[in-house]
C-alpha cells in the first residue's frame, strides 16, 4: 500500500496493520475460516494478499469450527505465537465461549500470571444490510463483563489500524470488533507503525453544554446530530471510546463534570448494555453535580429484523439520539420517556 495515500478504508487499514504485524515478528499468524488467498482472503478481503506474502503456514484457513479456531489459537499463543483469529461474525462467537470466557480469558489468573494468552479475535458486526437475526448482534457488554479479555471497537480506519496493532501486541486476549457497514466508508490514513493505547478514548469534539459518549459505527451518527444541534446553539462534546474494556473513566468523568449531562449511545440493545455501565459510573462519581439523569440510547430489545423497515426501526438514528441530547437539557429530565426503559 502506498504509505502517502490520504485516504483508506477500514478492510485496507486492517490489512495494513495485519500486515505491518507480521513482517515485523514472524510469532504472528493469521487463522479463521477463508482468510488465506485460495479462499480470496475473506468474505470481505480483510486478509487479502497476507498469505501470498508469508505462505499458508502462517495464514491459514480453517474448517467451520469456531472452537477449533479458537481452541488452535489459543494453543498457539501458549507456546509463543501471536495468533489472529478470525470469528468471521460477532455471532458466532457463541460458539466459541467456552474457549474464550473459561480459556483464553482466565488462563493467566489461573496460572498465577505464569501463563498469558496473547491473542486477536477479530470479528464483524452490524446491522444494515438484512442479514437477520444471527449475523448482526453487537455483543460487545457479553465480553466486557468478562475479567481478562479486552474489547475493542474502532470507528476509523485510523484508528482500527492503530488499535489493531496495539492489541496484537498485548500479552492478553484482545476481541477486536470491526462494523461491517463502514467497511468501505474512506477515511484518513494511519501513520505506519503508531500504536493507539487500549483503554484510551478520544475527544473528538469538545462542547459544554452535553456529553456524548459511543463508540463505533455510531461515533459518525452522534457526529452529524452534534454538527446539526451545533447550528442551533447547542454544544455537544463528543467521546469516541475506541476500548469498551478497559473503560476509559477518566475521559468520560472529567467531560461530564464540565458539561453536568451525559448521553451514551451504542448499537447494541438498550437495556442491560454498556450504556448502563457508564451511566453507574457516571452517578456514582458526579451524582451531585449532574443537571439532568443521563439518557441511554440503544436498539430495540428484540433480535435483529431481517425486513429492512424493521432493520430500520430497530437501529437508533438521528432522531432518537437528538431527542436524548435535548432530554437532557430539560433541567428535570422529566419529559424524556426513557428514564426508566
Known amino acids: 500500500m502506498n504509505q502517502t495515500q490520504t485516504d483508506i478504508n477500514t478492510i485496507q487499514a486492517?490489512?495494513?496493520?495485519?500486515?505491518?504485524?507480521?513482517?515485523?515478528?514472524?510469532?504472528?499468524?493469521?487463522?479463521?475460516?477463508?482468510?488465506?488467498?485460495?479462499?480470496?482472503?475473506g468474505i470481505v478481503g480483510v486478509t487479502k494478499g497476507l498469505s501470498t506474502r508469508y505462505g499458508t503456514s502462517r495464514v491459514r484457513s480453517t474448517p467451520i469450527s469456531?472452537?477449533?479456531?479458537?481452541?488452535?489459537?489459543?494453543?498457539?499463543?501458549?507456546?509463543?505465537?501471536?495468533?489472529?483469529?478470525?470469528?468471521?461474525?460477532?455471532?458466532?462467537?457463541?460458539?466459541?465461549?467456552?474457549?474464550?470466557?473459561?480459556?483464553?480469558?482466565k488462563l493467566r489468573f489461573m496460572s498465577g500470571g505464569q501463563t498469558h494468552v496473547p491473542l486477536v479475535i477479530r470479528t464483524m458486526t452490524g446491522a444494515g444490510f438484512g442479514t437477520g437475526g444471527q449475523h448482526a448482534d453487537y455483543l460487545e457488554a457479553w465480553f466486557a463483563h468478562v475479567a481478562g479479555i479486552k474489547v475493542v471497537a474502532p470507528s476509523t480506519p485510523a484508528d482500527a489500524y492503530g488499535l489493531m496493532l496495539s492489541c496484537i501486541d498485548d500479552d492478553d486476549p484482545c476481541l477486536f470488533i470491526e462494523n461491517m457497514p463502514t467497511y468501505w466508508n474512506p477515511g484518513k490514513a494511519p501513520e505506519r507503525g503508531v500504536r493507539i493505547p487500549l483503554g484510551k478514548a478520544n475527544v473528538v469534539r469538545t462542547g459544554t453544554d452535553v456529553t456524548v459518549i459511543t463508540y463505533s459505527r455510531r461515533v459518525h451518527d452522534v457526529m452529524a446530530v452534534a454538527e446539526q444541534l451545533g447550528a442551533s446553539g447547542i454544544s455537544c462534546e463528543v467521546i469516541d471510546l475506541r476500548t469498551i474494556s478497559p473503560l476509559d473513566?477518566?475521559?468520560?468523568?472529567?467531560?461530564?463534570?464540565?458539561?453536568?449531562?451525559?448521553?451514551?449511545?451504542?448499537?447494541?440493545?438498550?437495556?442491560?448494555?454498556?450504556?448502563?455501565?457508564?451511566?453507574?459510573?457516571?452517578?456514582?462519581?458526579?451524582?451531585?453535580?449532574?443537571?439532568?439523569?443521563?439518557?441511554?440510547?440503544?436498539?430495540?430489545?428484540?433480535?435483529?429484523?431481517?425486513?429492512?423497515?424493521?432493520?430500520?426501526?430497530?437501529?437508533?438514528?438521528?432522531?432518537?439520539?437528538?431527542?436524548?441530547?435535548?432530554?437532557?437539557?430539560?433541567?428535570?429530565?422529566?419529559?424524556?420517556?426513557?428514564?426508566?426503559?
Open 14 to 41: 486492517v490489512n495494513l496493520a495485519l500486515d505491518d504485524a507480521m513482517a515485523a515478528d514472524v510469532n504472528v499468524i493469521v487463522l479463521g475460516e477463508d482468510v488465506a488467498d485460495g479462499q480470496e482472503g
Open 66 to 105: 469456531e472452537q477449533a479456531i479458537i481452541g488452535a489459537a489459543i494453543g498457539a499463543s501458549i507456546v509463543g505465537m501471536r495468533p489472529v483469529a478470525e470469528i468471521m461474525l460477532m455471532n458466532f462467537t457463541t460458539v466459541a465461549m467456552d474457549m474464550i470466557v473459561n480459556h483464553a480469558a
Open 249 to 341: 473513566t477518566e475521559t468520560i468523568l472529567t467531560s461530564v463534570a464540565k458539561t453536568g449531562r451525559a448521553v451514551v449511545v451504542h448499537e447494541a440493545v438498550k437495556p442491560f448494555g454498556v450504556g448502563a455501565e457508564i451511566a453507574s459510573r457516571i452517578y456514582e462519581s458526579l451524582f451531585r453535580e449532574l443537571k439532568a439523569p443521563v439518557q441511554r440510547v440503544g436498539s430495540q430489545f428484540c433480535p435483529v429484523p431481517f425486513s429492512k423497515p424493521l432493520e430500520d426501526a430497530f437501529v437508533p438514528g438521528a432522531a432518537e439520539i437528538e431527542a436524548a441530547i435535548r432530554a437532557t437539557l430539560d433541567d428535570t429530565g422529566s419529559k424524556s420517556p426513557s428514564r426508566f426503559s
